[in-house]
């Protein structure tokens, strides 16, 4: 009876621990699911060479040759390549630094003349397209700083600026790629923060030159009147000589016919 009882029980305790051992080597044998792939990282863009672009791309050597002086030329790289935003120059060319004589920049401080030119840059990258919007939204900052600020105005693509001193507009379109856009203007960008208010006026174009006046001009007809005129006046002058010179070949030819007459009688 014993022998039967230990019997059942080690054989309970066999078929337990095979079907554990069972269930573990089919967890094992179960397959296990692949992670799912991390997604691919945001293409990071194309590293611009703000220097290298401006050297070949135009007649900007003035600008970059100031940029390079005052050590600017990194502070537009950093906000180009290192920040999200990007960036947009206008960039004068050579003859508009040449054109400029009043309000002179060599006059400026130092830290006016860095304004100045961190004034041709936007601190975010802006498409043609982007000037539309742009316009309606008033003064808009520069680098230079929140009281340095442009109006824009885009009208059938073309896009013009406005300083206050300086109108102009965009003449080309050198670099848009972001995070870099560059384009060309014809004026060099003078802020009021720095030159005031007290803009001059507009000089009034230089008058046409002198041309001979037509026959209907007032100035022509006085002209004309004054020569009708004068000509009465010399033919009234000569009547009275011809009157003259008559009257003494009257009285020649009578003192003749006397003499003839007192040498026959």
Not at 26 to 53: E, H, Q, R, V
Not at 128 to 151: C, H, M, R, V
Request: some cysteine.
């Amino acid at each position: 009876m014993e022998f039967s009882m230990i019997f059942m029980i080690s054989f309970s305790v066999l078929i337990l621990c095979s079907s554990l051992a069972y269930g573990q080597v089919a967890m094992s044998t179960s397959p296990t699911p692949s992670p799912s792939p991390a997604p691919a990282p945001a293409p990071t863009p194309a590293y611009t060479n703000i220097k290298d672009l401006l050297s070949v791309a135009g007649p900007y050597h003035k600008f970059l040759g100031y940029l390079e002086s005052t050590k600017l030329i990194d502070t537009l790289q950093i906000q180009a390549n290192n920040t999200e935003e990007g960036i947009t120059i206008f960039v004068p060319k050579d003859s508009a630094f040449k054109a400029l004589k009043k309000p002179s920049l060599s006059n400026l401080t130092d830290d006016q003349f860095k304004s100045v030119l961190l004034y041709h840059a936007l601190p975010r990258y802006y498409a043609l397209a982007d000037f539309n919007d742009l316009s309606e939204k008033g003064p808009i900052s520069t680098l230079a700083g929140g009281q340095y600020t442009l109006q824009f105005n885009y009208d059938s693509g073309t896009v013009r600026l406005d300083s206050g001193w300086s109108k102009t507009k965009v003449t080309s379109a050198v670099h848009t790629s972001k995070p870099v856009a560059v384009y060309q203007i014809d004026k060099v960008l003078l802020p009021e923060a720095i030159f005031g208010t007290d803009i001059p006026p507009t000089p009034a174009p230089a008058p046409a030159l002198g041309i001979s006046p037509s026959a209907d001009t007032p100035s022509a007809a006085k002209s004309e009147e004054t020569g009708s005129s004068s000509k009465p006046s010399s033919s009234g002058s000569s009547s009275p000589r011809i009157m003259m010179n008559s009257g003494i070949w009257t009285q020649l030819v009578l003192a003749f016919l006397g003499g003839w007459l007192a040498l026959f009688f």
